[in-house]
């Protein structure tokens, strides 16, 4: 995402769900800056159990994530059903490793 934002990450406002444990965090917050650099203003975790727009993200990644998935757990029912939604999804061939 970093890579291909094309500027539209400008005074961005990160928010994830903030279950994970503090190690986690510190190096997320690390990744972030190196890779966005200023894009992103601020970052914040969140308790998905009290936010519905994390909840709401987690199950929209989730639907996602199925109908690409490469096993017989592959369902593009959800992602359909979100398709009227979706403004923008970038699909990328993960087969290929970089400098191959």
Do not use: C
Request: proline content about 3%; overall charge positive; aromatic content about 10%.
């Amino acid at each position: 995402m970093f890579n291909h934002h094309f500027g539209s990450l400008k005074g961005a406002k990160v928010r994830v769900d903030g279950r994970s444990g503090r190690e986690f965090r510190q190096k997320f917050q690390t990744y972030v800056r190196k890779q966005a650099g200023s894009a992103v203003v601020n970052i914040r975790f969140l308790d998905s159990k009290s936010n519905s727009l994390i909840q709401l993200a987690d199950m929209v990644a989730g639907a996602v994530h199925r109908a690409y998935r490469d096993d017989d757990k592959n369902d593009p029912r959800y992602l359909e059903l979100l398709r009227p939604r979706i403004e923008d999804l970038w699909e990328f061939d993960t087969t290929k490793r970089p400098g191959t």
